[in-house]
């Protein structure tokens, strides 16, 4: 009974595992955007143009925080804005 429990768990596992990775690539690939964007892209992004950006959300308390390079995390910017509704 015990080899049917563990085998169980292993497929639901293993289930899980390929349902999240795909889930990944998906949102991944749904918008064509990069997961690290400058800062034109950035602007792009998010709609507005880059005086707007520099003067209004790139030093916003709260904004993510620019990363080396002068990029900026999509996935960061995206759960920014869905916290904002």
């Known amino acids: ?5 563990i085998s169980l768990t292993d497929w639901i596992k293993s289930i899980i595992r390929d349902t999240i990775t795909r889930l990944v690539e998906i949102e ?3 918008d064509h955007y990069p997961e690290l964007m400058d800062v034109g892209t950035t602007c792009e992004f998010l709609g507005i143009n880059y005086d707007t950006f520099s003067n209004n ?13 002068k990029k900026w995390s999509k996935r960061a910017i995206k759960e920014w804005l869905s916290n904002q509704l």
Do not use: A, I, T
Not at 57 to 69: A, T
């Open 57 to 69: 959300y790139r030093y916003m308390k709260g904004f993510p925080k620019e990363l080396p390079g």
């Open 1 to 5: 009974m015990d080899n049917v429990l």
């Open 28 to 30: 991944k690939d749904s």
